[in-house]
């Protein structure tokens, strides 16, 4: 008999505030919550196409205010399974140098040895004259 007690899935709305939790922690440069939240092999794809590895990112933010504001627009969309989870959202990200992206933003979590993190991220920059298909 197994001593592993599999744990229950969580549902969307703890991914919504999870992805809330590491966002807000972006923009405050919270990096206990950061370093607990992006997994060791983390990668992001900004909306330029530019690639950071967990540290390049982290190092990133922790050096200089890096997001001024991180604003999700309308309603999270989530897809799990019992060790993986898909946030998908508009986003509204402005940068200390005045610059703000709406773009799509997508988080890949995984479960691992550490609970639920951050393994990539992707954002791909919508452009005012872009129709927007799902709304």
């Known amino acids: 008999m197994s001593s592993l007690i ?3 899935v969580p549902d969307a709305a703890f991914f919504c505030a999870l992805e809330a939790r590491r966002t807000r922690a972006l923009v405050e440069r919270d990096m206990a919550v950061l370093e607990a939240l992006h997994a060791q092999e983390y990668q992001l794809i900004t909306p330029g196409g530019k690639v950071f590895s967990r540290e390049a990112y982290l190092g990133a933010i922790r050096a200089e205010p890096f997001y001024a504001a991180w604003e999700a627009e309308g309603t ?3 897809r799990l399974s019992a060790h993986m989870a898909m946030v998908r959202y508009r986003a509204k990200l402005c940068f200390p140098s005045g610059r703000v992206v709406i773009c799509w933003h997508t988080d890949s979590y995984e ?3 550490q609970g639920w993190q951050a393994v990539w991220s992707q ?3 919508l452009h ?3 129709p927007d298909p799902l709304h």
């Open 123 to 125: 954002a791909t920059e």
């Open 111 to 113: 479960l691992g040895t």
């Open 128 to 130: 005012a004259s872009a």
């Open 6 to 8: 599999e744990k229950p």
């Open 76 to 78: 999270m969309s989530v």
